[in-house]
């Protein structure tokens, strides 16, 4: 069992910047692809970000490519989010979650998850 927990999240005006942060206490933590989604209200859960095991590869969606850049300290047992540039439509809880899959291709499928953060509110003010 992993569990994950988020910080760093909060109400910044447009144009700004947080840190998310997520972290475990589980020993196996290089073990995970590890990825960020988030979750406006009304609307369905979406990728956001994604690093690989050993912080060698990642991917974004369009929408935060060249704004948002996800890194990992696996000493730390940690992979941060760094979100500058915040949009109004940046606004929603982020998750972070881990995936045991094998696979590289298709982690922005949030199934391809197997444990989840209970989330942090990110509130961008216009």
């Known amino acids: 069992q992993v569990q994950l927990v988020e910080s760093g999240g909060g109400l910044v005006q447009a144009g700004g910047s947080l840190r998310l942060s997520c972290g475990t206490s589980?020993?196996?933590?290089?073990?995970?692809?590890m990825g960020w989604f988030c979750q406006a209200p009304g609307k369905e859960r979406e990728f956001v970000a994604v690093?690989?095991?050993?912080?060698?590869?990642?991917y974004y969606a369009d929408s935060v490519k060249g704004r948002f850049t996800i890194s990992r300290d696996n000493a730390k047992n940690t992979v941060y989010l760094q979100m500058n540039s915040l949009k109004p439509e940046d606004t929603a809880v982020y998750y972070c979650?881990?995936?045991?899959?094998?696979?590289?291709?298709?982690?922005?499928?949030?199934?391809?998850?197997?444990?989840w953060g209970q989330g942090t509110q990110v509130t961008v003010s216009s």
């Open positions: 690093i690989s095991r050993s912080g060698g590869n990642t």
């Open positions: 979650a881990a995936s045991h899959s094998p696979l590289w291709s298709g982690s922005n499928d949030y199934t391809r998850y197997d444990y």
């Open positions: 589980g020993r196996t933590f290089s073990n995970y692809i």
